[in-house]
């Protein structure tokens, strides 16, 4: 993390431009949610969501649409008004302050550009309203194209960038005002595959550069993995599970996480033994093995969940018979069909014929294991 510093300045020497790149000139310590609410008449968009997230953080709100994590980021950027609980800035509260009052910068999914004002009009359109001298102006939009990679289109009409440019201008804009807090919600999500993947990387290394603390809304599990030092994953309005992206990916804490981490294969069954935090479940006359859930015991109705490039061709297992096969390249990807009529999707390095019957099994190390939902 960039040194504690207070503005943005750029020098500008004969060959080179290069960043002296500082913090808000507000900074902060620590931005905490507290039981925040957010009700639209009787639906709770936000039930009771506390978190806190400390200076500098690369935070991803991920899951489901319609999960809150676009109005927990409206809250806090002041755009909704909570109905319960607190947001504070260290020990004040900026919960009742307008947004513009605030001092973050936000970064929308429809770029929200000015499309008959030039692109280093857009990007200093914010420091304009906060009457920022020109002199002082010029030379923070300056350092802000360069940040973004956009120092010699500032004369352009947005109409004539790409969307990729776009996007990085709405992120010059955002950050030119030096905030503390960088809110970007869904940035990506009109940009074809292989921009995301490129704006990914800018994005980080961006926030890498600025120091300022970034909460980033994405249904993208990649992206959050790619993106965050720590993951909140989000369901009907509350937080699921927060971690590190290795930990989430690894060992969901709950059945529902572990579907929105990738986790697509889902084999329903009942606990016959647990030995060495492993489970093995029955399914009709199969034994499958996974990593054991807490307060798991024999006899429970368990579910079984596993990527599907965890779950393979096998000598013992679960019968089913090919629906589908595709190629991905280095590898085949089949749907395939149990008995009960469940959809496995598995991965292969030999094609199979449509209509083939196979046995299928989970790797025991990396398949969980989790008491079924009532």
Do not use: W
Request: aromatic share 4%; hydrophobic share 40%.
């Amino acid at each position: 993390m960039p040194p504690p510093t207070s503005s943005l300045r750029t020098i500008l020497s004969r060959d080179k431009v290069s960043f002296i790149v500082h913090s808000a000139s507000s900074p902060f310590q620590q931005i905490r949610l507290d039981r925040v609410s957010r009700a639209f008449g009787s639906f709770n968009a936000l039930r009771e969501v506390s978190l806190d997230i400390g200076r500098g953080e690369f935070i991803a709100l991920l899951g489901p649409s319609g999960c809150g994590k676009s109005t927990a980021l409206n809250c806090i950027a002041g755009l909704l008004a909570i109905t319960g609980g607190a947001i504070s800035l260290d020990d004040r509260r900026i919960d009742e302050l307008k947004p513009e009052d605030r001092g973050f910068g936000m970064v929308f999914q429809n770029y929200a550009l000015f499309p008959h004002m030039k692109v280093r009009d857009n990007v200093g359109f914010g420091l304009k309203m906060r009457g920022v001298p020109r002199a002082d102006a010029d030379r923070r939009i300056d350092a802000a194209l360069e940040l973004v990679r956009l120092g010699n289109q500032g004369d352009k009409l947005p109409g004539q960038l790409s969307g990729g440019q776009q996007q990085r201008v709405a992120i010059a804009r955002a950050i030119v005002i030096e905030p503390a807090l960088v809110l970007m919600d869904e940035p990506l999500s009109n940009l074809d595959a292989k921009l995301r993947l490129e704006m990914r990387a800018e994005i980080r290394r961006i926030h890498n550069q600025l120091g300022a603390t970034t909460i980033y809304v994405t249904h993208d599990q990649d992206e959050a993995l790619s993106l965050a030092d720590r993951v909140v994953v989000m369901r009907d309005g509350q937080i699921r599970q927060v971690g590190r992206p290795e930990e989430l990916y690894d060992s969901p804490a709950s059945l529902d996480v572990a579907e929105f981490m990738g986790f697509r294969n889902r084999i329903a069954g009942t606990v016959t033994a647990i030995d060495n935090g492993r489970a093995t479940i029955a399914v009709g006359d199969a034994r499958l093995v996974g990593r054991a859930g807490a307060g798991l015991g024999p006899g429970d109705a368990a579910m079984l969940v596993a990527r599907p490039d965890d779950l393979a061709l096998a000598a013992a297992g679960l019968g089913a018979t090919v629906e589908s096969v595709e190629y991905r390249g280095r590898e085949f990807v089949g749907l395939a069909r149990t008995g009960d009529d469940s959809e496995l999707v598995f991965h292969s390095d030999t094609r199979l014929d449509t209509g083939a019957t196979v046995t299928l099994a989970p790797d025991p190390a990396r398949a969980l294991v989790f008491r079924a939902a009532s």
